[in-house]
């Protein structure tokens, strides 16, 4: 819906009445040509194709949230090695949280 949030069939408690006339259909084709059907195939997709993406993208919002400010380009090296400690940690949560800790950007905030 309008928020993100996942709804089953054509009935959205956050719209008025009068728009309830959506149809959903999650089945898409990706630039790459990858044909997603459901949430369980982008989250495959997601989880084979752009796993490193994923967690750069969450290595820079966990970042952001423990420093109080936006991440900036001079904590691209700061990323950089979060992202290589927890692939090579098997893409281990608690090494992302303890590489954040650790982290000379978060210990001179």
Known sequence: NALGQWRQGNRDPNIKEKHQKITVDP??????????NDLEDLK?????????????????KMLSYSLGRYVEF??????????????????RFQTLIKEIALSETFLTK
Do not use: H, W
Request: proline fraction near 2%.
């Open 44 to 60: 495959q997709y997601i989880l084979a194709d752009k796993k490193e993406m994923f967690v750069r993208a969450m290595i820079k």
């Open 74 to 91: 001079s904590d691209e090296p700061c990323i950089e090695k979060i992202l290589n400690a927890v692939v090579k940690d098997e893409f």
């Open 27 to 36: 089945n898409t084709v990706l630039k790459n040509g990858k044909v997603i």
